[in-house]
């Protein structure tokens, strides 16, 4: 399936609208690397984020009549994609939770290269890990939104149903509370 080339999500989603179902490939085509990826920060199994995006698709499909072509596509199918995975934490509790990597979100000196580098990686990001772990969903999910999956505020208030100046607030508090969850793990962090 094609790519429908330059053509925009929403020209496409009119496309399928008006009956060219075939189109609909190109809408996965462009948003299942994307969905895929957004799902390793909840979901650790494999198969469970393979299963969870199709059926991401198939809800996108069945409501695409719905879709105001006159706004973004994009926080529409991440917006249906963060109720799944929502859905899936709640039916699987913690076990199931893949927590961010931090180290893009919260910077850190960059230490010199040395034998034991990825070892102090590894050990940053297992305590970024169990920190991210105490973060109330409502400041983790904007974080991963605006780092992981680069969508700007306007669309992450759309994805979440919140306003857009919540979305600065929450990745704000956010950002202060890992911070601080991470140095109370580890007194050192930021002094290295």
Not at 88 to 104: E, I, S
Request: positive net charge.
């Amino acid at each position: 399936m094609a790519d429908k080339g330059d053509a925009s999500d929403e020209a496409i989603v009119l496309q399928v609208q008006k009956g060219d179902l075939q189109a609909f490939g190109a809408l996965v085509e462009r948003y299942e690397r994307k969905l895929l990826r957004y799902a390793r920060k909840f979901l650790l199994q494999e198969e469970d984020r393979k299963d969870l995006v199709q059926e991401i698709f198939i809800k996108a499909y069945t409501n695409i009549k719905s879709f105001d072509i006159h706004r973004k596509f994009s926080p529409w199918i991440y917006r249906i994609a963060h109720n799944e995975f929502v859905n899936a934490g709640k039916r699987k509790w913690r076990d199931t939770m893949h927590l961010v990597d931090f180290d893009v979100v919260l910077p850190h000196p960059a230490a010199k290269e040395t034998a034991d580098a990825d070892v102090n990686r590894n050990d940053l990001r297992a305590i970024l890990d169990r920190c991210l772990a105490q973060i109330d969903a409502k400041y983790r999910e904007p974080l991963v939104l605006y780092y992981y999956e680069e969508l700007g505020y306007k669309e992450i208030a759309e994805a979440l149903q919140i306003p857009v100046a919540t979305v600065g607030v929450r990745l704000q508090r956010g950002k202060a509370i890992l911070q601080k969850l991470i140095t109370r793990h580890d007194p050192s962090y930021g002094k290295r």
